[in-house]
């Protein structure tokens, strides 16, 4: 007879582990799928963000950063440094290092609560009795489990283009970017989205000549436009060459390296010969194989699964949570519906408002944002009002050599609620959440100027952002 559960959990990326724990921790008995193998062929937990996305991304960014801050920036402090060199493989080493902590622990995470790890492919194999069927093809076997409730999390893979083969030497998607064994000379992006500029900034500060080629005719049209202003003239500054309203029109792979022929946005035809290659173009939910159809279940156009707010399916007791649905790719967006549900299982009346979910590219200096943009309130025809701080005059942001950026608050123009905020900062990370709690509790700008900030800190910006919403602004 096959197990059963009252909850099992497809796939342990961020949202499906998370979802796993918040399972067990309301009392119920809890599995989860996951097949994921590392680059040493053992089976780990955590799924794309843990394994070759956020957290090794991350850590090679902090690494070139400090090259980078060595190289460049120690001058202005009086520190002299001298010849200075990187040692890449032990730069990828510390990464997965920290990966192999990260992974481990969930694995810790699991035991602590009970949770059973089903080693392999997990699919839907039909529903009966009020239970759903869950087939996992494991190395060896394969074994079927039952649960009242089933939580799909299998997350997404990088989009490839057509034409362009992506081997992870030559030409690679982000996993195969964040495994160099060397500093490419020359290294071409396609796209400019979060992950080609994050890779980006990782190897031109480790001395890659970068140049991103870009579909679209506007930078950063997801961001605010004085977000997108800002960065363009930063990252350009930094060294990084952007190229918007490119059509690739062949790639050539050879033994010297990778020659793009394209289409500039003036019609010039133009050539561009790299070292290595970053394709970089969006994400694909991962909802192939997953046996749908044996529960009368399907996917969208776009391979989605269509849910409703909270994350059901067309069927009761099936959900689907993080990229496989609709919103934003974001782990913490996966991570608050992974909650949500468990809740929801257990009887809870749980609630995400998407629009306070914040956004984040840790580029240098980052950025961050939360709720509207500028341009999507004029859209909207609301009125709305505007104040704008730099970190430029800010003392904490002098005295640590990052005054780079601004924080921007919109508020509605007669209640002066908060309807976006938008930050470009070395902690821009940080001080979104800031943002975040204020509009999750409908504050206004008058709420966050009334706050006491500590001084000196990054977070006054905040304040005077909020205070300038008013033209109240007290340090400029």
Not at 23 to 33: D, E, H, I, N, P
């Amino acid at each position: 007879m096959a197990e059963r559960y009252d909850v099992i959990v497809i796939g342990s990326g961020p949202a499906g582990y998370i979802s796993a724990i918040r399972a067990a921790q309301l009392g119920f008995k809890v599995a989860c799928v996951e097949k994921w193998r590392n680059p040493k062929g053992e089976l780990a937990l955590g799924g794309t963000c843990l394994n070759v996305g956020c957290i090794p991304s991350k850590a090679l960014l902090a690494s070139s950063e400090q090259y980078d801050n060595a190289r460049h920036h120690l001058d202005v402090h009086g520190i002299s440094v001298q010849d200075v060199k990187v040692d890449v493989a032990k730069m990828v080493a510390r990464k997965d290092s920290i990966v192999t902590k990260m992974t481990k622990g969930i694995e810790f995470l699991f035991r602590k609560n009970k949770i059973t790890w089903l080693k392999g492919h997990g699919k839907l194999a039909g529903a009966a009795d009020g239970f759903y069927r869950v087939e996992v093809a494991g190395e060896t076997e394969t074994q079927v489990s039952e649960a009242k409730n089933v939580i799909i999390a299998t997350g997404s893979k990088a989009r490839h283009l057509s034409g362009i083969p992506v081997d992870n030497e030559l030409i690679c998607d982000n996993e195969g970017a964040l495994a160099f064994a060397s500093v490419p000379k020359r290294l071409g992006v396609i796209g400019a989205g979060v992950i080609g500029l994050e890779l980006g900034s990782v190897w031109r500060r480790l001395g890659s000549e970068v140049t991103v080629l870009e579909a679209l005719p506007t930078f950063l049209a997801a961001a605010d436009d004085a977000v997108a202003k800002e960065c363009w003239k930063i990252f350009t500054k930094q060294g990084l060459k952007i190229e918007l309203g490119v059509k690739i029109d062949k790639v050539d792979p050879g033994k010297q390296g990778v020659k793009l022929s394209f289409t500039d946005a003036k019609g010039v035809e133009q050539l561009l010969e790299v070292d290595r290659l970053i394709v970089s173009v969006g994400r694909v939910p991962n909802t192939e194989n997953l046996g749908l159809e044996t529960v009368g279940l399907a996917v969208n156009e776009r391979g989605f699964i269509d849910v409703d707010d909270q994350c059901r399916t067309k069927l009761p007791g099936l959900f689907a949570i993080g990229d496989v649905v609709r919103g934003p790719m974001l782990a913490h967006k996966g991570e608050d519906e992974g909650v949500m549900v468990a809740e929801l299982i257990a009887g809870q009346k749980p609630h995400i408002d998407y629009n306070c979910i914040p956004w984040v590219i840790y580029t240098s200096p980052e950025i961050a944002w939360v709720g509207k943009t500028e341009q999507q309130l004029k859209t909207e025809g609301r009125a709305y009002k505007t104040g704008q701080f730099p970190f430029a005059v800010n003392g904490r942001a002098l005295g640590t050599g990052e005054s780079d950026g601004f924080v921007k608050v919109l508020a509605d123009a007669s209640t002066d609620e908060v309807l976006g905020v938008h930050v470009i900062a070395s902690s821009a990370s940080d001080l979104i959440s800031e943002a975040a709690v204020a509009m999750e509790f409908r504050a206004s700008a008058e709420d966050i100027a009334r706050i006491c900030h500590p001084h000196p800190s990054m977070s006054e910006v905040m304040r005077e952002a909020a205070l300038a919403v008013d033209k109240r602004a007290l340090n400029m």
